[in-house]
């Protein structure tokens, strides 16, 4: 949280990192970041079945909100979103609750048997109406190796060579270990199967990051941060991995943080601009 003072000090009236997402142009979009947006477009289009995995803070959740908002425009896919919030309860039975809940005002049947003949049903005839369907799930992490596995079998419904369901799964960096073969072998058939898109750090894109953040609230980005400042943050959240690899720590929630805490500590040691020193300090 940026504090009053340092607000005043760098003359601005909002702070950047709260209530910062309203609309599409709002959300930062690297490269990377378009590359899943596309890929969980095709899933949803194209009968995929996709993972999107990312730390916290990392945007998932904001990716899933940018990628049905579209669907919703474009109005040819029907977007599945189970809402129970206990994801270790998710089992077959609910998710066939939420495919008819989701695609039509039929009552579910009490029988699981029924229940998978409504959903293929219900599939069926959306397709021949023009429309797909995506089941889109959040917190995946959370769901059981078991649901994991009735989820490839939801995936295999068919209408001939066409998918009927796309599946989309958003979860943590817990999900990625579920899809570790070697560690699960009980999963391979879901492993084999499934296309993973990992969010990463924001890596050399910081400055664009927060010259946004900071553009939509009417300041610059370069009358707040020096450049070395810039430097010092990625060299904060970026650490080595056991091969040397270099792995970035700066996804948006984080760099917000850092962002906050440096303009906090240029104010209370009275530095016009947040310098490489105070960034490092921190």
Same mark, same amino acid.
């Given at each position: ?9 760098? $003359? ?18 690297? *490269? ?31 990716? #899933? ?22 994801? @270790? ?26 229940? @998978? ?7 069926? *005839? ?11 799930? *959040? +917190? ?8 994991? $596995? ?16 796309? /599946? ?5 960096? +817990? ?10 072998? *009980?999963?391979?058939?879901?492993? #084999? ?12 894109? @910081? ?16 009358? /707040?941060? +020096? ?14 991995? #056991? ?28 530095? $016009?601009?947040?310098? +490489? ?6």
């Amino acid at each position: 949280m940026i504090s009053q003072e340092a607000m005043k000090h760098f $003359k601005i009236f909002r702070n950047p990192f709260i209530d910062d997402i309203q609309k599409d142009s709002d959300i930062f979009m690297s *490269e990377e970041h378009r590359y899943i947006e596309a890929a969980m477009i095709d899933a949803a289009r194209h009968g995929g079945f996709l993972a999107v995995i990312g730390e916290v803070g990392s945007g998932k959740s904001v990716m #899933r909100r940018k990628v049905v908002e579209q669907l919703k425009k474009d109005g040819d896919v029907i977007v599945i979103f189970p809402q129970m919030i206990d994801k @270790t309860r998710v089992n077959a039975a609910s998710i066939c609750d939420a495919i008819i809940m989701d695609l039509s005002e039929s009552k579910p049947s009490m029988k699981l048997e029924a229940k @998978t003949r409504q959903v293929h049903k219900l599939l069926l *005839e959306r397709a021949k109406q023009g429309f797909r369907s995506v089941l889109i799930v *959040e +917190e995946a992490h959370d769901l059981h190796t078991n649901t994991l $596995k009735y989820l490839k079998r939801f995936y295999e419904l068919e209408d001939g060579y066409r998918k009927l369901l796309g /599946i989309i799964l958003v979860g943590q960096t +817990e999900l990625k270990n579920l899809f570790n073969e070697q560690a699960h072998i *009980e999963m391979r058939e879901v492993i #084999r199967r499934i296309q993973t898109a990992e969010i990463k750090g924001l890596n050399g894109n @910081t400055k664009d990051y927060l010259n946004m953040k900071f553009k939509r609230i009417g300041a610059k980005v370069d009358d /707040i941060f +020096e450049d070395g400042a810039f430097k010092a943050l990625t060299q904060r959240l970026t650490t080595k991995d #056991r091969r040397n690899q270099s792995i970035s720590h700066a996804y948006p929630l984080i760099v917000n943080n850092y962002a906050a805490k440096a303009m906090n500590m240029a104010y209370e040691m009275g530095e $016009k601009k947040v310098t +490489e020193a105070v960034v490092m300090a921190i």
